[in-house]
């Protein structure tokens, strides 16, 4: 077996706590240089240092452990100059808690159409002014490095689930060569490193490149390939098929999900980690997640309805404010509008997993996730956005 360079860090760095005896829930502790995350957990998205419509205060207040930050949106702007000038990412967001960053290995799915692939990385076309870019493992690790996240992710290919076997097979190829050219890199005092393990629906390579990133021993691995166009069984089956194969005293994280529905089901099925757009992207479209599904809040159905978004919920958005005045804002094109949505969904998947957290240590989830499941009600509208939401990553 290889022999990987060892960096050194002053604590363990996942606990796991307890195994749900009904499935494969877990509940879990990841230590970082900047605070304890409980898992299960959602990680809001802040691609470009900020989670959209949404300031430090409140996500902290609704409970919000980790955000994210996107390596390939942040090096073009505002620039690396700017955030090692003011300090890091932390210093640069005024967050104070953990951040992960995602290399950029998604862009090269999300902008298949303005990139190259490269033997050593991806060449990219700027989406903003056309200007060349290239980010290869050396690159993205670099960049992560000065953002100085508590957790960086390995660059990898991130191919469409509907690509033909042949392309499947290169990108696992690409993304075990990449991820040990990552491995090698410097990196940021206490930054862990996470591996991505692709391969699509296809058993024998989500096995292999499952294998090989875990010899490489990376500090926790992701299920990437996910979230990016396929039906929701192949999701399932894409997730199911990498997971026997990652080791149990390392964090997991499915990459790009998803609906409270899909979560609660991915927990079951062994995932530790979560990450999506969709909380705040639905809500700047007038939707509202609740623990019975999502509604549109602009419909006439609320004009004169002057309950909370939900009953149960306890958010700024529920306990100041009515469907009726809600559905005003969002008609009239009110900022605060959209924004109360951003805080209530955003509330409502923090909160969720705080509650899977509780019911995996009473001993209740399998209660607990039969009884979401069956009153959750998905909305096929929201369903389908799934992957256009995700280029948001």
């Excluded at 056309?130 to 670099?142: C, D, I, T, V």
Aim: glycine letters at 8%; proline letters at 5%; charged letters at 25%.
């Amino acid at each position: 077996m290889a022999s990987w360079p060892r960096h050194a860090t002053a604590f363990a760095m996942f606990e796991l706590l307890k195994t749900d005896a009904s499935s494969k829930a877990r509940l879990g502790r990841l230590t970082t240089t900047h605070g304890v995350v409980d898992t299960p957990v959602f990680m809001s998205v802040g691609t470009q240092g900020s989670v959209k419509a949404l300031d430090p205060r409140e996500l902290r207040e609704m409970g919000t452990q980790i955000i994210l930050g996107n390596t390939y949106h942040l090096h073009i702007r505002p620039g690396l100059d700017i955030i090692r000038a003011a300090g890091g990412l932390h210093r640069f967001i005024n967050w104070d808690l953990p951040i992960l960053t995602d290399s950029g290995g998604f862009q090269v799915f999300s902008l298949a159409k303005i990139r190259k692939l490269k033997t050593h990385g991806v060449e990219f076309r700027s989406h903003v002014d056309g200007s060349l870019l290239f980010l290869g493992p050396k690159e993205a690790m670099e960049i992560q490095r000065t953002l100085g996240s508590d957790i960086a992710m390995a660059f990898d290919e991130c191919p469409p689930h509907d690509a033909p076997a042949k392309e499947q097979r290169l990108a696992v190829e690409r993304t075990v060569r990449w991820a040990r050219e990552c491995r090698e890199q410097p990196r940021a005092e206490g930054q862990l490193v996470f591996g991505i393990c692709q391969g699509g629906s296809n058993a024998a390579l989500r096995e292999e490149c499952a294998k090989a990133l875990v010899a490489m021993e990376f500090d926790g691995y992701a299920i990437g390939g996910v979230s990016v166009g396929e039906p929701e069984p192949e999701m399932l089956k894409a997730v199911e098929l990498a997971e026997p194969f990652l080791p149990a005293h390392k964090a997991r994280y499915a990459m790009g999900l998803g609906t409270p529905a899909q979560m609660v089901e991915l927990i079951a099925r062994g995932v530790d980690m979560f990450d999506c757009v969709l909380p705040t992207r639905v809500a700047r479209n007038g939707t509202a997640y609740t623990r019975k599904g999502a509604i549109g809040l602009k419909g006439s159905a609320y004009k004169v309805d002057f309950g909370p978004i939900e009953a149960s919920c306890d958010c700024f958005a529920c306990r100041h404010f009515t469907r009726s005045y809600l559905r005003h804002l969002l008609r009239v094109n009110e900022i605060l509008g959209l924004r109360m949505l951003s805080v209530h969904n955003s509330h409502m998947y923090v909160k969720l997993m705080a509650d899977v957290r509780t019911a995996i240590a009473a001993g209740t989830f399998a209660e607990f996730r039969r009884e979401f499941i069956a009153g959750f009600v998905p909305s096929q509208k929201i369903l389908s956005a799934r992957a256009a939401a995700s280029l948001e990553r």
